[in-house]
């Protein structure tokens, strides 16, 4: 999608787009979500947006993807996953992963989980089908979502601010950040490997 495409769909519908998009991005459709967040950044600073609706509208999003995603885990269960879990980026491998880390701790994982494609996705699935206390998991997703979507709204904010980023830059940085990240992961999976 491009700069202008996003701004128009900003202009038509609001920042209602922000929301959705992150709920669709928590829920499980494959969205760079960060590059998004840092995108509101600078569009903030760029006085494109206003930072207390795109802040509010982005922190509604993922944490409303989260509750949703927890009443299907809770209500509808593992025969839901197992059918359209493929669908929307939730493999066997992710669901294995994922109970590993629940095993550790279940408020760390899910606080912390934002911060990792694939367990963001799939840690309130997991919640819910394993019947975290609802209030738990409400407290420890408002948590996980402040300290998830603030942290990179501002780095885009403050960022557009030191450099001047150009808006048509904008996807070659969203790459950037995934092909750093993907590099991050085979750095650390070869050293996990060798070990």
């Known amino acids: 999608m491009s700069i202008e495409t996003f701004l128009s769909y900003i202009n038509t519908y609001g920042y209602i787009i922000i929301c959705i998009f992150l ?28 930072f ?42 992710r669901w294995i992963k994922v109970k590993e880390k629940y095993k550790g701790n279940i408020k760390k994982t899910i606080v912390f ?6 367990i963001r996705q799939i840690s309130p699935y997991f919640a819910g089908m394993n019947k975290v206390p609802f209030m738990q998991f409400l407290y420890t997703s408002v948590l996980g979502t402040l300290v998830w979507t603030m942290p990179f709204i501002l780095i885009g904010y403050y960022t557009s601010g030191v450099f ?21 992961g ?10």
Not at 164 to 184: C, T
């Open 113 to 118: 989980g934002f911060y990792i494609p694939g």
């Open 164 to 184: 001047n980023i150009n808006l048509e830059y904008m996807p070659y940085i969203g790459l950037f950040l995934m092909l750093l990240f993907i590099v991050f």
């Open 186 to 195: 085979i750095v650390k999976y070869s050293k996990k490997r060798n070990t």
């Open 52 to 93: 207390i609706p795109a802040g509010l509208s982005a922190f509604f999003g993922a944490f409303s993807g989260m509750i949703f995603a927890y009443a299907i885990g809770k209500y509808v269960g593992m025969p839901f996953v197992h059918k359209y879990g493929k669908y929307v980026g939730i493999t066997e491998e």
């Open 23 to 50: 709920f669709f991005g928590i829920v499980g459709i494959p969205a760079p979500e960060e590059s998004l967040l840092f995108f509101i950044g600078v569009l903030i600073d760029q006085s494109s947006l206003a």
